[in-house]
C-alpha cells in the first residue's frame, strides 16, 4: 500500500496529466460526457452515437456502473442501505476497471470510437461530494485513459433538477444523497447534492481540459456544436468502416 505522501505524488502526476495532452498508445480515440442528472448529457450522447453509426464509423458505447461484474453487489449494498461513502465509491471503481480492462482499452487498441455517457469525472464529482478525498479519487483512477474530449454539459440547477423530479415517480435513496443527511425530504435532498457534484464538476473544468456545454440551450444546436468538435478535434476517417 502506498503511503501518503506517495499517493499525493501519483495523485498530482494524475492531474498534471489530465492538464495536458491526453497520452494515446493506440490508435481509438475516447470522447466523454459528464454533468449532473438531468443535465441531458445521455440524451447528447445518444444523438451523436446515432450520427456516428449512420455515418459507418467504428464506435463502442459504455456507460457509468455498468458492469456484471459488480452490478449485484452494489444492488444489494443499495437495498440494504449499507454503503458508505468510501464502499460506494470502491464498487465504482471495481465496476469502472472492469469495464476499462474487458471493453475500454481492447477497443481503443483495436481502433475504435469509444463512447463514455460518463467517466472517471462522476467519480470525482459524486464521491468527492460524499466527502472523499480529491487525491485518494484521482490516485483510484490513475490507471484509466485520458479521454480525447470531455464534454460538460452545465445546466442551470433548477433546470436540471427539474427535468428529474417531472419525470420520476420516486427518486432513489442514493439517489438522492440520503445518506449524506442533507434533508429529510428527498426532493430537496436531492437539489443540494446535485448542486454539490455541480460545484466538483466546476473544479475540473480547467484542470481537465473539459468542453464546456450550455445543457440549457436547444438540443438540435447542442448536437451540432458536438459534432463539429469532434470533427476539429478527431481525424473521423481513421474510424470508417469498410
Known amino acids: ?13 494524475s492531474s498534471e496529466r489530465g492538464a495536458g495532452a491526453p497520452r494515446r498508445p493506440y490508435p481509438g480515440a475516447l470522447v466523454v ?13 445518444y444523438l451523436l452515437k446515432r450520427w456516428l453509426e449512420i455515418g459507418r464509423y467504428r464506435i463502442h458505447f459504455t456507460e457509468w456502473n455498468s458492469s456484471p461484474l459488480v452490478k449485484s453487489a452494489t444492488k444489494r449494498g443499495k437495498q440494504r442501505r449499507m454503503l458508505t461513502p468510501v464502499t460506494f465509491s470502491l464498487l465504482h471503481a471495481a ?25 472517471i469525472y462522476t467519480a470525482f464529482a459524486r464521491d468527492a461530494a460524499r466527502g472523499c478525498p480529491s487525491e485518494w479519487l484521482r490516485n483510484l483512477y490513475r490507471f484509466a485513459p485520458v479521454p480525447d474530449i ?23 435513496y442514493y439517489e438522492a444523497g440520503m445518506d449524506l443527511g442533507l434533508s429529510y425530504d428527498r ?26 456545454m450550455d445543457g440549457s440551450a436547444n438540443v438540435n444546436v447542442l448536437q451540432a456544436q458536438m459534432r463539429e468538435i469532434v470533427q476539429e478535434k478527431i481525424d473521423l476517417k481513421r474510424f470508417l468502416t469498410p
Open 1 to 13: 500500500m502506498e503511503s501518503p505522501s506517495a499517493a499525493k505524488r501519483s495523485a498530482r502526476k
Open 33 to 45: 460526457v459528464e454533468g449532473i442528472d438531468g443535465s441531458g448529457k445521455s440524451t447528447q450522447l
Open 95 to 119: 465496476d469502472f476497471a472492469d469495464r476499462c480492462e474487458r471493453q475500454i482499452l481492447p477497443l481503443l487498441q483495436g481502433g475504435y470510437l469509444v463512447l463514455a455517457d460518463r467517466y
Open 150 to 172: 470531455t464534454f460538460y454539459f452545465r445546466t442551470p440547477l433548477a433546470v436540471a433538477v427539474n427535468r428529474i423530479l417531472s419525470g420520476r415517480p420516486r427518486l432513489k
Open 187 to 212: 426532493a430537496e435532498s436531492f437539489r443540494i447534492f446535485q448542486g454539490m457534484i455541480q460545484d466538483e464538476y466546476d473544479k475540473m473544468i480547467e484542470t481537465d481540459n473539459f468542453v464546456l
